[in-house]
């Protein structure tokens, strides 16, 4: 079993940065095969995937964040980043972290999940 513990949400006004950390901790048998993900869910709305890192380096992002967030892992710390630069009041949500060591799944049916880490941004 693999747990999954968030951290660094906030408040910060538009155009505001934060960074996200995400550190699993279990059954971490070989941390560079756990691929892992940021979701984010607001008030209302469907959950939506932010960005993904699988295998040893391959990131993708959302075209709503492309160019504002960077998706990184350290594995030596078994832990996932989300550094979130020019933040919008649109990003504001439950941001949740998930992972699998199954990385033929998709990001959405991964196994593991965080409880959440809220970001607020203000206008």
């Known amino acids: 079993q693999v747990q999954l513990v968030e951290s660094g949400g906030g408040s910060v006004q538009a155009g505001g940065s934060l960074r996200l950390s995400c550190v699993a901790f279990?059954?971490?048998?070989?941390?560079?095969?756990?691929?892992m993900a940021w979701f984010r869910q607001a008030p209302g709305k469907e959950r939506e995937g932010v960005a993904t890192?699988?295998?040893?380096?391959?990131?993708s992002y959302a075209d709503s964040v492309k160019g504002r967030f960077t998706i990184s892992k350290d594995n030596a710390k078994a832990t996932l980043y989300l550094q979130m630069n020019s933040l919008k009041p649109d990003d504001s949500a439950m941001y949740y972290c998930?992972?699998?060591?199954?990385?033929?799944?998709?990001?959405?049916?991964?196994?593991?999940w965080g409880q959440g880490t809220q970001v607020t941004v203000s206008s």
């Open positions: 998930a992972a699998d060591y199954d990385c033929t799944r998709n990001p959405s049916d991964f196994r593991y």
């Open positions: 279990g059954y971490i048998y070989n941390p560079y095969n756990l691929c």
């Open positions: 890192f699988l295998g040893t380096s391959s990131t």
